[in-house]
């Protein structure tokens, strides 16, 4: 079993509606979890993290953490062109940050 | 968020040679950085994990006498490319960990895109 596994993709969304990323652990000792975007041929670029059940959001984007179910999952709303990129789940697995990633979620939004 | 830098952006080698890597945290001073490697549409690999003041810790299948780590300083971490060969081509991402709160989050150089030929 992978340690995070993501939604396999490609999702692909039209303008203006909601993206929905779905992430889950088999660490039931994870902590802190993480959502970071890449667009092609760049780094990664960090855009949510949570660490407490339920929802946070920030801007156009809502991280939602359950973690008995051990599931954390990424909303999008309001879905621009300019979203269009891989999706990394990450979760902690120590603590000097030591992260696992999942595989990406690549996300297309069409004009 | 902590801003982390890497040196050079891009570069070319010949096989053989050796290829050094420059990973710096501008912002802030970094106990612990991290080394990346990604494949074309694959996800990011984790090499090692820099530890300023003593050795690094490899991750298993990842040769610690081919990819050298030094963390001479709270602000710097190199990783050297010793005998590239033509499969050792890719991009090779820095990131940093930073204590936020109660919990580390981790920032990521731009990335060093080498080309072994």
């Known amino acids: 079993q992978k340690e995070v596994e993501q939604n396999s993709g490609p999702l692909s969304v039209p303008e203006g509606a909601i993206a929905s990323l779905n992430c889950t652990y088999s660490?039931?000792?994870?902590?802190?979890f993480f959502w970071y975007r890449q667009y092609s041929g760049k780094s990664p670029e960090l855009i949510m993290f949570i660490y407490s059940n339920g929802d946070k959001e920030d801007g156009r984007f809502t991280a939602q953490l359950n973690k008995a179910s051990q599931y954390v999952s990424l909303l999008i709303r309001d879905s621009q062109p300019s979203d269009s990129a891989t999706y990394l789940c990450a979760v902690n697995r120590g603590r000097v940050g030591k992260l696992s990633f999942g595989a990406g979620t690549t996300v297309t939004v069409r004009a | 968020g902590a801003v982390v830098s890497q040196h050079p952006s891009r570069v070319i080698c010949k096989s053989g040679t050796s290829v050094k890597i420059e990973c710096r945290s501008l912002?802030?001073?970094?106990?612990?950085m991290f080394w990346y490697r990604q494949f074309p549409k694959q996800s990011l690999m984790l090499m090692a994990t820099?530890?300023?003041?003593?050795?690094?810790?490899?991750e298993q299948g990842v040769e610690k006498d081919k990819f050298l780590i030094n963390h001479a300083s709270l602000t710097l971490s190199t990783l050297t490319v010793t005998s590239a060969h033509p499969e050792d081509s890719s991009f090779y991402i820095c990131?940093?960990?930073?204590?936020?709160?109660?919990?580390?989050?981790?920032?990521f150089g731009p990335g060093t895109r080498l080309t072994v030929t």
């Open positions: 820099s530890n300023e003041g003593s050795k690094a810790t490899y």
């Open positions: 660490d039931r000792g994870s902590q802190s």
């Open positions: 912002d802030f001073q970094a106990t612990t």
């Open positions: 990131s940093a960990s930073v204590l936020a709160g109660v919990s580390y989050e981790q920032y």
